[in-house]
């Protein structure tokens, strides 16, 4: 068993004309165009211990046999792309809402002839991205030429808001209650994303609240992430007794 990983300089050939043809007439010589079909090596298994791989190898459809070319550099390999593998990646937004990928940040290993360049469509994300995959395209060069693959980009928002909170003062209305509104206790919270919806804990006070009241504000961004700050809510009585008086008549007593 002969197990060679070849290097990008290297390809396979079909010889698919060359059924029942003395392919030894072809030894250390150029190949016709005509007769072959260009396909990128890949890693190979190959039985033949006669096997010599000095600088070129083709395969044989029929028989399965393999055959030595020493001097294929005449044949015309612009047909030839690289293996282009492309995976998935998920990538996080940073605290200002955008996230930038490398070039090559979506390729999977792939090979070719030569010197790699990679060159993907679009590699900034934004909180707009967050949601659905994004379908990118990477482009691979190699020194014979170049080809693509699809890749998909997820991309999260996991930066939750920054919460900041005020302490406020209410006053209960003349039925001894009040209410306030579910961001009352907010200051100017904020995220990248925005989309901001607010929750506190308790918005509804009456008069056993009168004094320095502990509420819990919850700020949720567009995309689920949340965060919480804490305030307080003093609550005061200024309405004064509603006085009803009545006129009355007394009796003086013995005395």
Known sequence: MVKKLLNPKIYVFL??????VDTSLYANSSVPDNYVELIPAVEQELDNPLLNLDDYFVKIIEPNLIYNFN?????????LAPIVICRN?????????????AENEVN????????????TNITNFTCSDVGTPVNVILTVTD???SGTCVATVTVEDVTAPN????NITVQLDATGSVTIAEDAVNNGST????????????TSFDCSNVGVNNVV????DTNGQSATGNATVTVEDVTAPNVITQNITVQLDAT
């Open 108 to 119: 999977n290993g792939s090979t070719g002839n030569g010197t790699l360049s990679f060159d």
């Open 89 to 101: 990646i998920t990538v996080q937004l940073d605290a200002t809402g955008n996230v930038t990928i």
């Open 217 to 220: 504000l919850t700020v949720t």
């Open 143 to 145: 020194d014979d030429g």
């Open 71 to 79: 001097n294929l550099d005449s044949l015309d390999k612009s047909s």
């Open 163 to 166: 919460v900041i909170t005020q």
């Open 15 to 20: 010889f698919s004309l060359f059924i029942g």
């Open 191 to 202: 995220d990248a994303c925005g989309g901001l919806t607010y929750d506190t804990d308790i």
